[in-house]
């Protein structure tokens, strides 16, 4: 499975995030809970999400540190994650920025009210939130 996500993930061809990035958000451990990689099915839904973060990679001028991308059921449990998380339908991840938390915020609103994508946005105290769930949805944690 891991090599079969990586050829997948390398097949973008993004130019500022590498799937090991993406792929050891499927192997973390919190508790005695591993995360899973996402069902094959559902590997198409992170798409849209890569494209905007490679964006906003590009604009800010910043590495960008992904620290959640899909999360398992269980996973997403143990996180303390949303019910209806866009993380378990693998739209969605949490970027920490060099730059505040503010400033990628206000950099993905822009790209969302230019028509770069439709989803959520979330801001919090060390990152951000983005989805590309198809209707735009703004929250601060």
Same mark, same amino acid.
């Given at each position: 499975?891991?090599?079969?996500?990586? +050829?997948?993930?390398?097949?973008? /061809?993004? #130019?500022?995030?590498?799937?090991?990035?993406?792929?050891? /958000?499927?192997? *973390?451990? #919190?508790?005695?809970?591993? &995360?899973?990689?996402?069902?094959?099915?559902? $590997? %198409? &839904?992170?798409?849209?999400?890569? $494209?905007?973060?490679? /964006?906003? *990679?590009?604009?800010?001028?910043?590495?960008?540190?992904?620290?959640?991308?899909?999360?398992?059921?269980?996973? &997403? +449990? +143990?996180?303390?994650?949303?019910?209806?998380? /866009?993380?378990?339908? &693998?739209?969605?991840?949490?970027?920490? %920025? #060099?730059?505040? %938390? +503010?400033?990628?915020?206000?950099?993905?609103?822009?790209? #969302?009210?230019?028509?770069?994508?439709?989803?959520?946005?979330?801001?919090?105290?060390?990152?951000?939130?983005?989805?590309? *769930?198809? *209707?735009?949805?703004? $929250?601060?944690?």
């Amino acid at each position: 499975m891991k090599d079969k996500y990586y +050829k997948f993930l390398k097949g973008l /061809q993004l #130019r500022h995030f590498a799937p090991e990035e993406i792929i050891a /958000q499927s192997e *973390r451990v #919190r508790g005695k809970v591993t &995360n899973t990689f996402p069902p094959e099915e559902l $590997w %198409p &839904n992170i798409v849209p999400t890569l $494209w905007v973060a490679d /964006q906003l *990679r590009r604009h800010l001028g910043y590495p960008l540190i992904i620290t959640s991308a899909y999360r398992s059921e269980k996973y &997403n +449990k +143990k996180v303390g994650g949303a019910i209806h998380s /866009q993380h378990k339908n &693998n739209t969605a991840l949490d970027l920490i %920025p #060099r730059v505040t %938390p +503010k400033e990628a915020f206000t950099s993905l609103k822009k790209l #969302r009210d230019a028509g770069a994508f439709k989803g959520g946005l979330g801001i919090y105290t060390s990152f951000v939130h983005i989805d590309t *769930r198809g *209707r735009n949805a703004t $929250w601060t944690g």
